[in-house]
Each structure stands twice: as C-alpha cells, then as structure tokens.
C-alpha cells in the first residue's frame, strides 16, 4: 500500500463514508464577503435570473443561516426552510421554491441561531446533496457577511468562490481578512472578486488592484477580476418593492452590469470543466472541522 492509499484509507475511516460519491453536474458558487451590506443577496438573485435567462437552470441556496433574506427579497414565502431539513428531516425538495423565469430557491430560515453553527455530519451531508442536485447546472450560494465555520463548509463543496466588496476602505479590508483566513485554512482557490456600487469601471478597477496587491504580497493570493457593478439608485428602490432589479429595471446601469457578469461566468464555465469529487470535499471538511 502507498502512503497516498494509507492518507485515502485514513480520510475514509475518519469520516465513514459508506456511499458511492455521486457524479458531478452542477458547478457551485460560493459568494462571500468580509462586511456586511456590500450587496451579495442582490447579486446573487440578479446574476440567477440573467443565468436562467441564458438557458441554465439556476438554484439559489440562502446559507446566510440566521439572517437569510433571499426570499424577502423576492417577495415569496416559504413554507419549509434548509432549517427544516437539516434540523427536522424534511426532504431537501420539499423546501425548493420556484422564483422568477424558473429560477430554485432553498431559503435559508431566519432567526434560527441552530443554523448558525452546523456540525460536520450536517455538512456532510449537505455537501452529498448539493453535489448530487439533477437538473440543476449552476448553483449560487449566499453566505453569511465575514468568516464562520458555516462559510468554510460551504467553500469546501464550491468550484469557485467569488468575493463581492466595495470600494469603501472598511469593506476592502474585511475582504482581506477573510482572505487571510482561507488562505490558512488552504481554501483560497481560485478568488473572483466583483467590486460592487463603483461610480465607474476605472474605480472598480483600481478597488481590484488595491485589494490584489496586498492579497499578492502578504498572503500569496491572486485574485481574479470578474467585475464590477454600478452603484444604481435603481437597486434600493427594486428592493423596496421586493422584486429584482434585474426585471424591475432591466435597462438600468446595474442590469446591463449583471449582464456582463453572466455572460461572463458562463465563459468561464464552458471553457473549464472542473471536477471535484465528494472525496475532495470530505478532506477539504476535514481541514475546518479537523
Ligand atoms: N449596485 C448597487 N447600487 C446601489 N445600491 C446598492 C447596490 N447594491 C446593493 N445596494 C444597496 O445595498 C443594500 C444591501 O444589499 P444586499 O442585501 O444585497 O447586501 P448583502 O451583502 O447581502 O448584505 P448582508 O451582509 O446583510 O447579507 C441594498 O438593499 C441596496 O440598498
Ligand atoms: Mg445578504
């Protein structure tokens, strides 16, 4: 026996895995942030819909477990939540909403504090659902403002994590910090940034290459510019009305924005088929909660 085979064996006996790992077919996002309020929630049901719009079948998952909001957002009303399956046993499909143009929701539970800290079985399991969804090709997870062991789990099972900031000083630095702690905990594949709320595509540039540099230089991380989104009075006001700007406005800056930003993932996607497989994500859990 190899020493690879004795590691895999090791993995194996520490977390029990009795199934056979399931085949992937959906490319999951992470979408983080180090402060809260720079606008992940928005950009996730945005992006979502011009994705489902381009043809791909889209699942929003709320993990901002405690404080979920996407479906306040989108105006709908859940009947069961993620806390409902995780806690109570409820079949994942059973809390899967239908938003606009088709687009999946599992909304997250709000108010729940149990939610806030999952135990490695939960997201374990949670991982062999996610990465086993058919009929899904993309999935967007909105996670909690800042670090929390629930964050790292969720990045565990993701292809890609993309980080939104603004260009405020305060929210570039709390994108670091973050940054920091993945780069600990050897997470930091792969870091698309979108700058959100820039007065110009000059800005959002120059918000990317201040948080870049220092990325670079003091944790070895390069991040990847994935763009920027106007800041748009439009936005606050489709909140208000609890409908997504993207439908509400769709000539406004921030929709051609999130045009671009769709076009773009789905560039990224078709040109970069990336495997993981649920062994991966059990090491990856093991490296959080090990
Ligand atoms: N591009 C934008 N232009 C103008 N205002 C924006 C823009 N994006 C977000 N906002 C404002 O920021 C508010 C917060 O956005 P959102 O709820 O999406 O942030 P969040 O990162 O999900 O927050 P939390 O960390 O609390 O989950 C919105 O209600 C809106 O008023
Ligand atoms: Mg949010």
């Known amino acids: ?58 699942l929003i998952i709320d993990a901002d477990l405690g404080l979920a909001n996407v479906d306040v957002i989108l105006g709908l009303l859940p009947k069961y939540t993620l806390y409902d399956v995780l806690v109570r046993g409820r079949p994942l499909e059973e809390a899967i909403l239908t938003g606009p143009h088709g687009i999946k929701i599992l909304p997250g539970g709000s108010g729940v504090m149990e939610l806030a800290n999952l135990d490695m079985d939960q997201h374990k399991s949670l991982a062999e659902d996610f990465l086993a969804f058919k009929d899904i090709d993309i999935i967007l997870i909105d996670t909690g403002a800042g670090i929390s062991k629930n964050l790292l ?45 820039s007065s110009s595509q000059e800005s959002a540039k120059a918000t990317f290459e201040k948080l870049n540099k220092t990325s670079d230089n003091f944790l070895q991380v390069k991040l990847e510019d994935f763009g920027y989104i106007l800041d748009d009075t439009k936005v606050a006001q489709a909140v208000m009305a609890q409908e997504p700007f993207y439908l509400l406005y769709p000539n406004s800056n921030a929709s051609k924005c999130i045009d671009q930003l769709a076009d773009k993932l789905i560039g990224a996607r078709e040109k970069s088929r990336r495997l993981t497989s649920i062994k991966d994500v059990y090491k990856r859990l093991l490296k959080v909660f090990g």
Not at 8 to 31: A, C, F, G, Q, W
Not at 175 to 190: G, P
């Open 1 to 58: 026996m190899d020493q690879a085979e004795r590691l895999r064996d090791l993995v194996k006996e520490k977390l029990n895995i009795s199934k056979t790992p399931p085949k992937h077919n959906v490319d999951i996002y992470s979408i983080a942030s180090g402060k809260g309020g720079v606008g992940k929630t928005n950009i996730v049901i945005n992006l979502a819909i011009a994705l489902q719009q381009r043809g791909k079948k889209v």
């Open 153 to 197: 789990s969720f990045i565990t099972f993701s292809h890609e994590l993309i980080m939104v900031t603004n260009p405020e000083p305060t929210a570039i630095t709390d994108a670091y910090s973050v940054i920091k702690v993945l780069a600990q905990f050897k997470l930091e594949r792969n870091i698309k940034l979108i700058v959100n709320r």
